[in-house]
């Protein structure tokens, strides 16, 4: 299967600022820490010794944190926004939604970031964001040296995993309103934060399909 590289204009890549570890850690409460710490009970050294390697990066909606068929070399965490994985299919020229990725979330395509090979989505942003990221040669620097830093790398490998298990699942094992409600969970104001056709699109449905499973959820939550 070929794969059609859609292009991204370059005046994009003049939006993108960089801004120091204390900036971010000022500007967040030092929350993004705090959440590493949670995700993999990482202590003060692993924490001291990784924030060299840690940065922060402003993005405008419509920049891509990563291109289909070019290898991710990031790792990155929300810290504000909300970003889609996607596929362009060159056959139709339709983009098809796979994923989304909001605050407090890691964002990454998992398979190339691991394996060094092209990635086959594209990762844009649908809304102005903030994310801290880390590269592929930084962080296997901590695994190799921080047994912490090491755990989190299994514990991104089992999330990762499980995500792409349970997306499989929910279109073998659950409606298109379960889906939707799911999706809900994982991400509080979705709906109000991006267009109704990109949800559509994540769910599999059309348009009219995802009025009528709104109408209806809404009208539960009334009872």
Not at 47 to 60: E, L, T, V, Y
Not at 99 to 126: D, G, K
Request: aromatic share 16%; charged share 25%; net charge neutral.
């Amino acid at each position: 299967m070929t794969l059609k590289l859609q292009c991204c204009p370059v005046v994009n890549s003049v939006y993108l600022r960089l801004y120091s570890i204390r900036d971010l850690m000022s500007q967040s409460n030092n929350s993004i820490f705090q959440h590493l710490r949670d995700f993999a009970q990482l202590n003060d050294k692993d924490i001291n010794d990784s924030q060299p390697f840690w940065k922060a990066r402003k993005m405008i909606k419509g920049d891509f944190f990563n291109m289909q068929q070019m290898v991710c070399n990031d790792l990155g965490l929300v810290v504000k926004g909300i970003f889609r994985i996607y596929y362009h299919d060159p056959n139709t020229e339709e983009d098809k939604n796979i994923y989304f990725f909001s605050e407090n979330q890691f964002l990454v395509s998992f398979r190339s970031f691991i394996s060094r090979n092209p990635c086959w989505y594209f990762i844009e942003a649908m809304e102005d964001s903030e994310i801290f990221f880390i590269s592929y040669k930084d962080l296997n620097r901590l695994y190799e040296s921080h047994p912490n830093w090491g755990k989190f790398g299994r514990l991104l490998a089992e999330s990762f995993f499980t995500i792409a298990q349970t997306r499989t699942e929910e279109f073998l094992f659950f409606s298109h309103e379960e889906r939707y409600t799911r999706l809900l969970e994982q991400h509080p104001q979705i709906i109000e934060r991006i267009p109704a056709y990109h949800i559509s699109s994540y769910l599999g449905i059309t348009n009219p399909s995802l009025s009528r499973i709104r109408k209806r959820v809404e009208g539960k939550k009334g009872e």
